[in-house]
């Protein structure tokens, strides 16, 4: 089992910046890829930002240039850095850890409770 464990998350005005972090406890050496996904109202959940390995980064178009997905090895957590924030980032955001286990490396999904980001003036 891993268990994810969110921060960050808050009210902020439009083009300021938040910093969300996730930090993963548990079975953490079968972890490979580690992410932030987001739903907004009325919305599917989305991918926003993925990283694997050391520094392998991949970003939905709509935030490309304006958020920085990092990670810490050492502490096994996560960083989104929220740049320039638009009111169409509100979203519930959620951290994500997936895993590769079994002879057939099957991958297994495991998730935050999510946190709250507003965007609004």
């Known amino acids: 089992q891993v268990q994810l464990v969110e921060s960050g998350g808050g009210l902020v005005q439009p083009g300021g910046s938040l910093r969300l972090s996730c930090a993963a406890s548990g079975s953490i050496f079968s972890i490979n890829t580690m992410g932030w996904y987001r739903q907004g109202p009325g919305k599917e959940r989305e991918l926003v930002a993925t990283?694997?390995?050391?520094?392998?980064?991949n970003y939905a178009d709509s935030v490309k240039g304006r958020f920085t997905i990092s990670r810490d090895n050492a502490k096994n957590t996560v960083y989104l850095q929220m740049n320039s924030l638009k009111p169409e980032d509100t979203a519930v955001y959620y951290c994500?850890?997936?895993?590769?286990?079994?002879?057939?490396?099957?991958?297994?999904?495991?998730w935050g409770q999510g946190t709250q980001v507003t965007v609004s003036s």
């Open positions: 994500n850890a997936a895993a590769l286990r079994g002879p057939w490396n099957t991958r297994r999904d495991y």
């Open positions: 990283i694997t390995g050391g520094s392998s980064t």
